[in-house]
């Protein structure tokens, strides 16, 4: 079945259209206050909607409905749930378009070549999932000869899915799709600042699964998130978000003993030998670093530790790829680089670049300031490469989440290893070289969720996707993610005798 929906391509259109709305029990409602919050597009300073205002009333609503279509869709076979989860990866794929362009007007996320491309893929995590419910088994177990002994999986019931604004439809889909395959009911709070791209693809995804099963509510952390982590029937969050928003929502859920997964910070360290490719490590470290995502990536490369022998000519190779970039209005085909998500994060980012510079850093800014005319309140930051810092600064430290990265120059592999471990965080990592035993003893020694030898590849289903350290707890996008996360397993014992 397609989307009964017409793509609206006018994004400013579209979140006229969705504003005021939660999506509960299959239907676009208001907030229980009827209150609402405005959205902003970073590009130009404007109000392009008002977002539904979430609060405890909203969540139990949409709980409820939850619960309620659960009872039927636990009892619908396992691979019929998926071919559903695979049919609204079909429906999605007939949107793309308005989604990428509405995601582009409410994040600041330049269309071509960050928008469309998370659009795309978005329809991927589905069909991925979607053909995943046949797996749902059990096991049987030597027990007894007399006692037919097997364990089963079953749903752990409703799943709250807290969500970010830098990637939010496919960090969404990646929790929603095996989580709705599982045969649970799911609850999603989407990130403040990009309620409407979440909602919509929502809104499509209802036009194909029973009213309730799927619902989405808009509103901020405390007000509307925290309620979803507390209720009581909520059996399962999963989170994706800041550190510290991550120790509050595991506190919360310790006191009620329900699981958490958590996908939180990062400050991934890209090593780059004297022996590696400089040209494909530059383009490495441009895709890595997610400069075209100004940076606002959990595993962007943003320690680039490079050999001492290539430190000079890399700085200079990188510059110059990134001096080519193109800064502007995100909906501009020809934009690379987008603006910055929020003020917040703007100042926030602004400080960081400040405090390099007063710790003896080198700012070296790339790219030209966009033309000003019509975006003279966006968000722009130009992007920065830092030289002259070491791993002890606050830079190398902290994830600044927008478009800065320290290069730190480095002589000695061992000492290189021990710097990059030298990190609360432990999402990524990648190594550049040409030497195959010394990219095998990297690979074995980086402490982080996600490790790759000369290349910089983004999360895709099917690769087990998650950090440790204070990166998080547990790992998402694949087969046993879903079975771990979304189900549980019941021993079953039938006395033969
Ligand atoms: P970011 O810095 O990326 O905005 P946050 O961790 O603050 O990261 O936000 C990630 C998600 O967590 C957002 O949807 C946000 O609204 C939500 N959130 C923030 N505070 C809380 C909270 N106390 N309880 C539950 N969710 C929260």
């Known amino acids: ?19 005021g709305k939660h999506l509960i029990g299959g239907k676009l409602v208001p907030a ?25 009333a909203d969540v139990d609503a949409a709980v409820r409905a939850a619960a309620e279509a659960q009872k039927a869709w636990k009892m619908v076979p396992a691979r019929e749930r998926g071919r559903l989860v695979a049919e609204c990866g079909r429906a999605l794929t007939e949107h793309k378009e308005e989604l990428a362009r509405l995601i582009a007007l409410e994040t600041g996320k330049a269309l071509r070549t960050e928008s469309r ?43 709250g899915a807290i969500i970010p604004w830098n990637v939010p439809m496919m960090l969404m889909a990646l929790k929603i799709a095996p989580a709705l395959v599982a045969g649970n009911g799911v609850v999603v709070k989407s990130a403040e600042e ?24 808009s509103g901020y952390g405390p ?10 029937k909520v059996g399962k969050i999963t989170f994706t978000g800041s550190v510290e928003t991550g120790k509050i929502v595991s506190r919360t859920a310790a006191d009620r003993l329900i699981p958490v997964t958590l996908e939180l910070g990062g400050k991934s360290p890209m090593i780059v030998m004297g022996d590696a490719d400089l040209d494909q490590a530059v383009a490495g470290a441009i895709a890595g670093m997610r400069f075209t995502r100004q940076g606002q990536s959990c595993t962007a490369a943003s320690r680039i530790f490079v050999h001492s022998s290539i430190h000079d000519q890399f700085v200079q190779a990188l510059k110059a790829k990134v001096d080519a970039m193109v800064m502007g209005d995100p909906l501009d085909e020809k934009t690379d680089i987008g603006t910055i998500v929020s003020p917040d994060q703007f100042k926030k980012v ?10 003896g850093g080198t700012a070296h800014s790339c790219s030209a300031m966009p033309e000003l005319e019509g975006l003279t309140k966006g968000l722009f930051v130009q992007p920065v490469i ?22 730190i120059k480095f002589d000695d592999y061992e000492d290189v290893i021990a ?3 030298d990190t609360e965080f432990g999402l990524a990592a990648t190594i550049w070289t040409r030497d195959l035993r010394t990219a095998l003893d990297a690979t074995q020694r980086l402490e982080a969720g996600f490790v790759q030898v000369n290349q910089n590849l983004v999360v895709q289903p099917n690769l087990s996707y998650g950090g440790v350290k204070s990166s998080g707890l547990g790992k998402e996008a694949t087969l046993e993610a879903m079975l771990e996360h979304f189900t549980h397993k019941k021993t079953i014992i039938i006395n033969m005798a």
């Open 1 to 19: 079945m397609s989307s009964t929906l017409t793509p609206v391509l006018d994004p400013y259109a579209l979140a006229k259209e969705l504003s």
């Open 32 to 56: 229980a206050s009827g209150k609402t919050f405005d959205v902003v597009n970073p590009a130009k300073g404007e109000v392009v909607g008002q977002a539904a205002y979430g609060e405890a």
């Open 117 to 159: 491309v998370e659009a795309n893929v978005l329809s991927d995590a589905f069909t991925f999932f979607g053909g995943l419910g046949g797996e749902l088994k059990g096991e049987t177990v030597p027990f007894n000869p007399k006692m037919l002994t097997m364990t089963v999986r079953e749903p752990v019931g409703i799943v």
């Open 194 to 217: 990009a309620p409407f791209c979440v909602l919509r693809a929502c809104q499509i995804m209802a036009q194909v699964l029973p009213p309730g099963i799927l619902n989405i509510l």
């Open 223 to 232: 007000e509307c998130g925290a309620p979803l982590v507390s209720h009581p």
């Open 350 to 359: 602004k400080a960081y670049i400040d405090h390099g510079v007063t710790e």
């Open 386 to 407: 830092f030289t002259g810092l070491t791993n002890a600064s606050r830079l190398a430290r902290e994830e600044i989440f927008g478009p800065v990265t320290c290069v």
């Open 419 to 421: 710097q990059a471990n």
